[in-house]
C-alpha cells in the first residue's frame, strides 16, 4: 500500500477534526450569551414566581382584573385594525407609480425611527396645559382642550394608536410582499373575464395571501402581548393604574418593592403567549 493512500485517510479526519474544533469555539460565545442573558433570567424569575400565593395576591388586586380586560382590548382592538389597515394600504402601495414610492418612502418613517423619544413628543403633544394639540385647539376656539391621557377610556385608546401608527408600516410592507408575489396574469386574465376589484381581492388576492396574513396576525399578537413602550411611555399606566397591560404591570409591582408579585404578573402572560408561539412554529413548518 503506498504512502499516499495512508496519509490521505488521515489528512482528511484531522481537517475535520479541525473543522469540529472551530465550529465549536464559534457557537461557544453564543451559548454563553444565551445561557447568562437568556437562560438565567427565565430560570430565576420562574423561581421568584415559583409561590403559589403570588398569585393569589395576583388576582385578588384590583388593578390586575382591570389589567387583563386591558390586554384582551388591546390585542383585540389593535391587531385587527392594523392589520384591516395594512392589507387595505398594501393594494395601494403595490401600484408602481413614482408618487407612491415616494409616499411609501415616507409612510415608513414610524417604524423606523426610535420608539422612546417619539413616543415621549406625542405625549408632550397631548399635555393639557403647554402641548400643541391643545394649545392649537385654544387659538382656534378660545377654549381649553380636554386632559386627553387623564381619562382611562382616551388614554388606553391613544396607547392603541400609537401602537397602530407605530407598527403599521412594518405589517403593510410584510403583506405588500405577498402581493408583489402574485403573478400578474392571474389579474390580466380577470380582467379579460369582466371581474371587478372586489372579485379579484376575493378570489385572487385573499386565497393567495391567507396564510400570510394569518401568520402576521399570529407573530403580531406575540409582539403585542410584549409591547411596554406603547403604554408604559405614554402613559405610565395611569391615570390610577387603570390603563395597565401585562407588558407593564410587572413595573407597578417592581416600584412597590414587591418582586414576586412582579414575576407572577409576567408568568401569567404564559399562558397566551404559549399556544400563539405553537401555532405560529406549527404554521411556519408548513
Known amino acids: 500500500m503506498s504512502t499516499s493512500t495512508v496519509t490521505a485517510p488521515v489528512a482528511a479526519a484531522r481537517v475535520s477534526s479541525s473543522w469540529t474544533f472551530w465550529g465549536r469555539m464559534l457557537v461557544l460565545?453564543?451559548?454563553?450569551?444565551?445561557?447568562?442573558f437568556v437562560l438565567y433570567p427565565v430560570g430565576y424569575g420562574l423561581w421568584l414566581a415559583r409561590d403559589p400565593d403570588s398569585y393569589r395576591r395576583l388576582v385578588a388586586d384590583p388593578i390586575f382584573l382591570r389589567t387583563a380586560i386591558n390586554t384582551i382590548i388591546f390585542l383585540v382592538v389593535a391587531i385587527n385594525v392594523k392589520m384591516a389597515v395594512a392589507l387595505g394600504l398594501s393594494g395601494f402601495f403595490v401600484q408602481s407609480r413614482w408618487w407612491i414610492s415616494i409616499l411609501a418612502a415616507i409612510f415608513i418613517l414610524p417604524w423606523a425611527v426610535p420608539s422612546i423619544p417619539t413616543i415621549l413628543s406625542v405625549r408632550f403633544m397631548l399635555n393639557p396645559e403647554w402641548g400643541v394639540i391643545n394649545s392649537t385647539y385654544f387659538r382656534l376656539t378660545g377654549l381649553d382642550g380636554p386632559n386627553w391621557l387623564n381619562d382611562p377610556t382616551l388614554a388606553l385608546s391613544?396607547?392603541?394608536?400609537?401602537h397602530i401608527w407605530k407598527s403599521?408600516?412594518?405589517?403593510?410592507?410584510?403583506?405588500?410582499?405577498?402581493?408583489?408575489?402574485?403573478?400578474?396574469?392571474?389579474?390580466e386574465a380577470a380582467s379579460v373575464d369582466g371581474a371587478t376589484r372586489w372579485q379579484k381581492f376575493r378570489f385572487i388576492t385573499w386565497p393567495a395571501m391567507r396564510s400570510l396574513y394569518l401568520t402576521s396576525v399570529i407573530l403580531s399578537m406575540i409582539w403585542t402581548l410584549g409591547?411596554?413602550?406603547?403604554v408604559y411611555l405614554l402613559t405610565g399606566g395611569g391615570p390610577a393604574d387603570l390603563t395597565h397591560v401585562l407588558a407593564t404591570l410587572g413595573i407597578r409591582y417592581l416600584r412597590l418593592d414587591q418582586i414576586d408579585l412582579a414575576m407572577a404578573s409576567i408568568v401569567v402572560s404564559l399562558p397566551l403567549v404559549l399556544?400563539?408561539?405553537?401555532?405560529?412554529?406549527?404554521?411556519l413548518s408548513k
Open 29 to 36: 460565545p453564543y451559548l454563553v450569551v444565551f445561557v447568562v
Open 158 to 162: 391613544f396607547s392603541m394608536l400609537m
Open 227 to 230: 409591547d411596554f413602550n406603547s
Open 168 to 187: 403599521l408600516p412594518f405589517w403593510t410592507l410584510i403583506l405588500v410582499a405577498g402581493r408583489l408575489a402574485i403573478p400578474a396574469e392571474q389579474y
Open 275 to 283: 399556544p400563539l408561539v405553537y401555532f405560529m412554529m406549527k404554521r
